[in-house]
């Protein structure tokens, strides 16, 4: 009886301490799983109201606000960041680099002997002073060649990774007539699906530029289909998908969400620092996104972001960064026209759709005639 009892007593103790352990491995394993499915952090609207945590030393692009003042011939700290920085977004290259190819004008002769060393060392050079004035240019800024507040603070906003220039025959001004006060001129309405409607297109000055060698989807292939990668959260897959649609309401393109296993001809997915193609992400602020060229099809979104859907406090909206990557998927590159969705940065807190100079940059690339 004892012996019976001793026995029951202890298959109870090892039956409970059996769905402790499992009960253990569920917990554990829920928290494995939403580590993992949750591929970066959504803000909540009603945070707790503890200030704002705009990233400014701690961003990526932090360095550049110690440079301010600088100037030709200076030899500071963070110049050769800064060339790393103007190399990455185009306006720099240290091998191929000529003195006409950045601005079109001649520099002085001195220009040709730093030619190869220029992103190598912390001297701001003539080819520096250059970069920067093409910058500013692109930026609808005076260009002045030197480091002023309002250049190093351009510089500082989050954006999309893929460079302005790329090769050095891109150019994100287009070759027709721009006066000053063109770039006042820019369109601020926004095109919500077939909502656009344009009044004032003769004052606008076209901005939008195109990659390399005008890569883009072959003509019978106007009907695209997109995929995301697992475990992308349902409101971001949403959002892409609103984005989508935004475009194909403008455009002679179709998309449509890809059946089964086939691949996509665009695929989406967070990724996070270093991933594999060449062009690794930065930690929360700095760049954004990036996606290729056609036919490629691959678009990014940088994981270590605060994302969010719609307008909301230090976050950036998910749709509107997908807008943007999405043109350069169609072949886009850079706008110099702030109301464009071209435009190379975005602020947190801030949506943006799609601007007659993105539809006239598609239709441009595509010969479609209006
Ligand atoms: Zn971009
Ligand atoms: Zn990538």
Redesign the pocket.
């Known amino acids: 009886m004892t012996s019976k009892f001793s026995l029951h007593h202890h298959s109870l103790f090892t039956k409970y301490t059996l769905i402790l352990i499992i009960m253990i491995m569920i917990i554990s394993s829920l928290d494995f799983l939403s580590a993992h499915g949750d591929h970066h952090s959504h803000v909540e609207v009603n945070h707790d109201d503890h200030g704002h945590h705009k990233p400014t030393s701690s961003s990526p692009f932090g360095f550049l606000k110690h440079l301010e003042g600088s100037k030709k011939g200076d030899k500071v700290q963070g110049i050769r960041d800064l060339k790393k920085y103007l190399q990455h977004f185009g306006y720099l290259n240290p091998t191929q680099i000529t003195k006409t190819q950045i601005t079109g004008h001649s520099l002085n002769d001195n220009s040709i002997n730093n030619d190869i060393s220029t992103a190598n060392d912390s001297t701001f050079d003539d080819l520096l002073e250059a970069a920067i004035k093409t910058y500013q240019t692109n930026y609808n800024l005076k260009p002045t060649g030197t480091l002023d507040s309002q250049t190093l603070s351009k510089m500082m906003m989050p954006r999309c ?1 893929v460079a302005d220039i790329i090769n050095n025959d891109t150019r994100m001004r287009s070759k027709k007539k721009s006066t000053t006060s063109s770039t006042k001129n820019h369109v601020h309405r926004k095109l919500l699906g077939q909502k656009y409607v344009s009044t004032d297109d003769l004052q606008t000055v076209s901005h939008y530029s195109f990659f390399s060698g005008k890569p883009k989807w072959p003509s019978s292939k106007y009907s695209l289909t997109y995929s995301f990668a697992e475990g992308m959260l349902s409101e971001d897959v949403e959002a892409v998908g609103r984005a989508f649609q935004t475009w194909a309401s403008n455009t002679h393109f179709s998309f449509s969400r890809a059946q089964g296993n086939t691949k996509a001809d665009i695929r989406v997915s967070f ?1 996070r620092g270093d ?3 060449g ?1 690794a ?1 930065d930690g929360a602020g700095g760049v954004l996104a ?1 996606a290729f060229s056609p036919t490629d099809g ?1 678009l ?1 979104f940088d994981a270590d972001e605060t994302w969010a859907i719609g307008e909301v406090a230090d976050a950036f909206d998910v749709e509107t960064v997908a807008l943007h990557e999405i043109g350069h998927i169609l072949g886009l590159l850079h706008s110099s026209v702030e109301g464009a969705i071209m435009y190379p940065q975005i602020g947190s807190g801030l949506t943006k759709g799609l601007n007659a100079d993105d539809i006239q940059g598609i239709n441009a690339l595509y010969n479609v005639v209006v």
């Open positions: 990774a990724e991933h594999g193609d062009d992400f990036h691959r990014h």
